[in-house]
C-alpha cells in the first residue's frame, strides 16, 4: 500500500525566509504532483515531476524529485504572504489509468509580515 | 480552467437519504476521479473510471457507488448518507498520458449529512 507523509503540517514563516516542505512516499513511482489549496477552493496544480531528478521552478517555489530516496521537495525562497495556503504533495500508483493519486495530509503554510 | 463543473456545490442531507453527486467535464477526458476530502486526511479516493461504463473502486469506497452513461458525466452516489460521509468531494480528471501533464480537479461539492 502506498503512503505519502508531509512535513511539517503546520509551518508559520516570515516573510522573507526560506524553507522546505517535505514528501516521503513509500513505494516506488515516477510520477508526482504539487498542489496548493486556498480554504474553501479546489486544488491548482503547481508541479509535475515525472522523473528522478526532476526540478521545477516557477516564482518562489521550487519542486525536485528524488526517486531513489522516495523524497520530494517543495522548497520556498524569500516566502511572502500571498503564499498562505495548503499545499499537497500527491504520488501516482502508476498503471494504465494515471490519475489514482495518494496524497500527503497536506502542509498548512502561514506566512506572516 | 479545466471544464470540470460539479454539482450540487453545497448540500444538507438527511441521515438514511439517497444522494447523487454530478461530475460533468467538457474536456472528452476518458478518466475521471471522484475524491473526498477530510481534515489531516488530505484527499482520499472513492471510486474512478477509465471509459463509459467502466469504474473501479478507489481507497474508501464503501457506501458509495458510481455510474458512468457518458464521456462527460459521472456520478457519484450514496445510498444511504451516514454522518461519516460528511465531506468535501472533488471530481478529478486526467488528460491522456503525457509529460507534464496534471491532473485537474472541480471546485468541490460541500456535503453535510445530520
Known amino acids: 500500500e502506498l503512503k505519502v507523509e508531509q512535513n511539517p503540517l503546520f509551518l508559520s514563516m516570515q516573510e522573507g525566509k526560506n524553507y522546505t516542505i517535505y514528501c516521503n512516499y513509500s513505494?516506488?513511482?515516477?510520477?508526482l504532483y504539487w498542489y496548493r489549496q486556498d480554504p474553501g477552493k479546489s486544488l491548482e496544480s503547481l508541479f509535475v515531476?515525472?522523473?528522478?531528478?526532476a526540478v521545477k521552478q516557477e516564482g518562489r517555489l521550487m519542486a525536485s524529485l528524488d526517486t531513489k530516496a522516495r523524497l520530494s521537495t517543495l522548497h520556498i525562497t524569500a516566502a511572502v504572504h500571498d503564499l498562505s495556503a495548503t499545499y499537497f504533495c500527491?504520488?501516482?500508483?502508476?498503471?494504465?489509468?494515471?490519475?489514482?493519486?495518494?496524497f500527503g495530509q497536506g502542509t498548512i503554510l502561514t506566512v506572516h509580515p | 480552467d479545466a471544464g470540470i463543473t460539479q454539482s450540487p456545490r453545497h448540500k444538507v442531507t438527511e441521515t438514511g437519504t439517497p444522494v447523487t453527486l454530478r461530475c460533468h467535464q467538457t474536456?472528452?477526458?476518458?478518466?475521471m476521479y471522484w475524491y473526498r476530502q477530510d481534515p489531516g486526511h488530505g484527499l482520499r479516493l472513492i471510486h474512478y473510471?477509465?471509459?463509459?461504463?467502466?469504474?473501479d473502486k478507489g481507497e474508501v469506497s464503501d457506501g458509495y457507488s458510481v455510474s458512468r452513461s457518458k464521456t462527460e458525466d459521472f456520478l457519484l452516489t450514496l445510498e444511504s448518507a451516514t454522518s461519516s460521509q460528511t465531506s468535501v468531494y472533488f471530481c478529478?480528471?486526467?488528460?491522456?498520458?503525457?509529460?507534464?501533464?496534471?491532473?485537474?480537479f472541480g471546485e468541490g461539492s460541500w456535503l453535510t449529512v445530520v
Open positions: 473510471s477509465y471509459g463509459v461504463k467502466d469504474t
Open positions: 513505494t516506488t513511482s515516477d510520477r
Open positions: 515531476l515525472l522523473s528522478n531528478g
Open positions: 474536456e472528452n477526458h476518458r478518466y
Open positions: 500527491a504520488v501516482d500508483d502508476g498503471g494504465t489509468s494515471y490519475g489514482k493519486l495518494t
Open positions: 478529478a480528471i486526467s488528460p491522456p498520458q503525457g509529460d507534464g501533464n496534471t491532473i485537474y
